[in-house]
């Protein structure tokens, strides 16, 4: 079977730092781009980061985020970890890990998702 599965996440407080991880397995992990997604309550599900499939690796993230997260992926583990550092009140969402062949914020061409895990940083 396919699973992602997402872990990591929790109460922080503004300023703090939390480290999310997504395990793959059931296919081919090095093929694929691996991308991290939130939805925040009552907003729509937002790109947040991305790593290309294994044998490129370049790595994408949407401007909320710049400089505060970051990902990467070890092929061996089949683990993508994404390092969120200076947390803020509104990174407050449920983040979700995501298999795709290409990087993309939109939410369409990912095959694979996880289950989710909540993120809540209290200012």
């Known amino acids: 079977d396919v699973q992602l599965q997402a872990s990591g996440g929790g109460l922080v407080q503004a300023g703090g730092s939390l480290r999310l991880s997504c395990v793959a397995s059931?296919?081919?992990?090095?093929?694929?781009?691996i991308a991290w997604f939130r939805q925040a309550p009552g907003k729509e599900r937002e790109g947040v980061s991305c790593?290309?499939?294994?044998?490129?690796?370049?790595?994408f993230y949407d401007d909320s985020v710049k400089g505060r997260f970051t990902i990467s992926r070890d092929n061996v583990k089949n683990t993508v970890t994404l390092q969120m550092n200076n947390l803020k009140p509104e990174d407050t969402a449920v983040y979700y890990c995501?298999?795709?062949?290409?990087?993309?914020?939109?939410?369409?061409?990912?095959?694979?998702w996880g289950q989710g895990t909540l993120v809540t940083v209290s200012s």
């Open positions: 790593v290309r499939r294994s044998d490129d690796g370049t790595t």
């Open positions: 995501a298999a795709g062949g290409v990087c993309t914020w939109s939410t369409g061409p990912y095959k694979h």
């Open positions: 059931g296919f081919i992990f090095d093929d694929y781009a």
